[in-house]
C-alpha cells in the first residue's frame, strides 16, 4: 500500500463486504494492519453477520444492520482491550463476514454401495444420490470449529465433510428401516425428511443447518428391479388373459422363424402347445390354491304337496316315497317346489319319476 492510501486510510474507515459469489461462506474485511478506526462506520447487509475476532478470540457479533463503532457498541472487546473510557484510534482486530443465505444444490451420493438385506431377494446393493441445501446458523460456532484463519471460504471447502457424515448417517438409516427394497424408491420423501432430522442436529454442531434434503435417485441391480416390474405386474393382471397373450405371441413368432404353409402349421402347432402348457399351469395353480377348501354341501330336494286343497310340506324325497307306498302320494298328486312357475302332478316331473319307481304296483 503506498503512503497516500495508508494516510487515506487513517482518514476514512468504512467497513463492508459485497458478496457477488454464490458459494462464499466466510470472507475476512482486510485493512491495512488490520488497524480500524474510532468511530468507523460498519454496514453489514441482509444476509449477512460481521464477526470481530481480537487475537485469535471471538469478540462482538453484528447482525444486519450499520453501526458506528464505539465503546458501547463493541463490549466484549472493549473488555479484551482493556478500555474502560474509550479507546485511541485506531485499534487492532480482525473482521469476518458470514454469509447466511442458504446455499443451494449441493450435491451427495454413495461412491459405494450400500448392502441391505430383503426378505425375499436376500442380500442385494444399492445405490442413492441428491442433494441439499445448507446455511450458517451460528457465524461465531461455524468460524470457530470450521473456518479458523482462512481469510476466504467456500462451500467447497466443507462439502467433501458433509458428504461423509450425510452417506454415514443414510446408510445407518437404510439398515435400520427394514423396508421392503421397492419401497426405497417409491417413498423418497418420507426417507428424504427422515435423514434431514437425523443428521441436522450434527450440522448443528458446525454453526450450520440444512434446509432441504432431497434423494433424487436410489438404484438396485437391474435383475432385481425386473423381478420387481414383473410381481408388481402378475399382482395386477388376469392370469388366464395373460397365458392368452403369451400363446398368440409364441404363435406369431414361431410363425416368423419358419417358412410357408407348412411353417404356419408349425408355429400354430407350438403355439398351442405353449398354450395349453400355461394354460394347464395356471388352471393347476388355481386350483392348487383352492384345494384346500371343501365344496359346498348340496341341498336337499323338497316338495310341497297338495291335500284336500291345502298346502303341505316340504316333504324330502325319502318322506315322499314313504307316503307313496302307504297310499298318500300318487303320481296326480299335486307337487310345488321353489323355481316352478305353477302346481303340477307329480308324475310330470321328472326329479320324482325315482319316488314312484320304487313303489310296488297294487296287487291284482
Known amino acids: 500500500m503506498g503512503i497516500f492510501n495508508k494516510l487515506k486510510s487513517e482518514f476514512v474507515d468504512i467497513i463492508e463486504w459485497t458478496d457477488s459469489s454464490n458459494n462464499t461462506m466466510v470472507h475476512r474485511f482486510e485493512r491495512y494492519g488490520n488497524e480500524i478506526k474510532n468511530q468507523a462506520k460498519l454496514t453489514v447487509r441482509e444476509s449477512q453477520v460481521a464477526v470481530f475476532i481480537n487475537e485469535g478470540k471471538l469478540a462482538d457479533v453484528f447482525s444486519p444492520g450499520m453501526y458506528t463503532l464505539t465503546t458501547e457498541n463493541l463490549p466484549i472487546l472493549s473488555t479484551l482491550k482493556g478500555w474502560k473510557y474509550g479507546f485511541n484510534s485506531p485499534f487492532k482486530a480482525e473482521v469476518y463476514f458470514v454469509n447466511t443465505k442458504n446455499i443451494t444444490d449441493q450435491k451427495w451420493g454413495t461412491k459405494n454401495a ?30 470457530k ?42 417413498k423418497t420423501n418420507e ?64 410363425a416368423e422363424n419358419t417358412g410357408g404353409i407348412a411353417g404356419a402349421g408349425v408355429g400354430m402347432g407350438v403355439g398351442y402347445a405353449v398354450g395349453n402348457q400355461m394354460t394347464n399351469l395356471f388352471a393347476a395353480q388355481q386350483q392348487s390354491s383352492t384345494s384346500s377348501t371343501p365344496p359346498p354341501l348340496p341341498v336337499a330336494v323338497s316338495f310341497f304337496v297338495a291335500v284336500n286343497g291345502q298346502q303341505s310340506g316340504p316333504f324330502d324325497l325319502a318322506t315322499l316315497q314313504a307316503m307313496a307306498t302307504r297310499n298318500q302320494f300318487n303320481k296326480d298328486s299335486l307337487v310345488w317346489k321353489q323355481g316352478m312357475t305353477g302346481w303340477l302332478a307329480a308324475g310330470q316331473v321328472t326329479e320324482l319319476n325315482s319316488v314312484f319307481s320304487s313303489v310296488p304296483p297294487p296287487i291284482p
Open 114 to 143: 450400500i448392502t441391505v438385506s430383503d426378505d425375499r431377494f436376500g442380500m442385494l446393493e444399492l445405490r442413492a444420490f441428491g442433494t441439499y441445501a445448507l446455511r450458517v446458523k451460528d457465524a461465531a460456532v461455524f468460524i
Open 145 to 186: 470449529e470450521i473456518v479458523g484463519t482462512e481469510g476466504e471460504f467456500t462451500s467447497e471447502g466443507i462439502s467433501e465433510q458433509l458428504q461423509s457424515l450425510i452417506v454415514t448417517r443414510f446408510t445407518d438409516a437404510i439398515g435400520e428401516a427394514n423396508l421392503p427394497v421397492e419401497s426405497y424408491a417409491a
Open 191 to 254: 426417507i428424504s425428511s427422515l435423514i434431514q432430522g437425523i443428521i441436522d442436529p450434527e450440522f448443528g454442531a458446525y454453526g450450520l443447518t440444512i434446509t432441504k434434503f432431497l434423494i433424487e435417485n436410489v438404484s438396485m441391480p437391474e435383475e432385481i428391479k425386473k423381478e420387481i416390474f414383473e410381481l408388481s405386474r402378475l399382482s395386477k393382471i388376469d392370469l388366464t388373459k395373460l397365458a392368452q397373450m403369451k400363446a398368440a405371441k409364441a404363435i406369431e413368432k414361431a
